[in-house]
Antibody, heavy 120, light 110 residues
């Protein structure tokens, strides 16, 4: 069965960076896009970007351009989301989600979420 | 890219039908074949309920249905049940091959 297992909770200071991992299993890792979505406490879902595990291509939401990097390590079927220059309003649960074989398709499988807390 | 517009809350009695709207623009919902709907219970991971505007993933009840007209997509829940009480989010692909979510709708079963 398809599984996405994310790394554990993080506490960071403002200005620091965080790297969240997402280990995929149960399907062909390079065949499906990985999206990153975040949810601030009590707020809605916010799309951050996608990464194509086949070739590493990415597309980031304008809001995160210059601060986010999405990568992958294909041999270990793991995707990563790196967010730098953290601010307090980056405190959120970060989800990885498997999309379809095209970038535009919806996300049918989600990781369990990683809470990132930014606090001085 | 602005978030898609959803009503903050919708309520209904058990057995009734409710519809949640999701309004975008000609740059997203209006041109997209890839409108999705997600259900999220408190503290849980979002669950895909509808994809590609009208399709239900395996295992999702046929009480959930999706449609689209112009720049507005809709999710209808028929035969409302207590377990349907949750937050619902729409999403759409955009003309720049990005994704945008709606602000979310809280469904209350009276």
């Amino acid at each position: 069965q398809v599984q996405l297992v994310q790394s554990g909770a993080e506490v960071k200071k403002p200005g620091a960076s965080v790297k969240v991992s997402c280990e995929a299993s149960g399907y062909g890792f390079t065949g499906y896009y990985i999206h990153w979505v975040r949810q601030a406490p009590g707020q809605g879902l916010e799309w951050m970007g996608w990464m194509n595990p086949m070739n590493g291509a990415t597309n980031y939401a304008q809001k995160f351009q210059g601060r986010v990097t999405m990568t992958r390590d294909t041999p270990i079927t793991t995707a990563y989301m790196d967010l730098n220059r953290l601010r307090s309003d980056d405190t959120a649960v970060y989800f990885c989600a498997r999309g379809g074989d095209i970038a535009a398709a919806g996300q049918g499988y989600w990781g369990q979420g990683t809470l990132v807390t930014v606090s001085s | 890219q602005s978030a898609l517009s959803q009503p903050a809350s919708v309520s209904g009695s058990p057995g009734q039908s409710i519809t949640i709207s999701c309004t975008g623009t000609r740059s997203d919902v209006g041109v997209s074949k890839y409108v999705s709907w997600y259900q999220q219970h408190p503290g849980k991971v979002p669950k895909l309920m509808i994809y590609d505007v009208t399709n239900r993933p395996s295992g999702v009840s046929n009480r959930f249905s999706g449609s689209k007209s112009g720049n507005t997509a809709s999710l209808t829940i028929s035969g409302l049940q207590a377990e349907d009480e949750a937050d619902y989010y729409c999403s759409s692909s955009t003309s720049t091959i990005q994704v945008v979510f709606g602000g979310g709708t809280k469904v209350t079963v009276l």
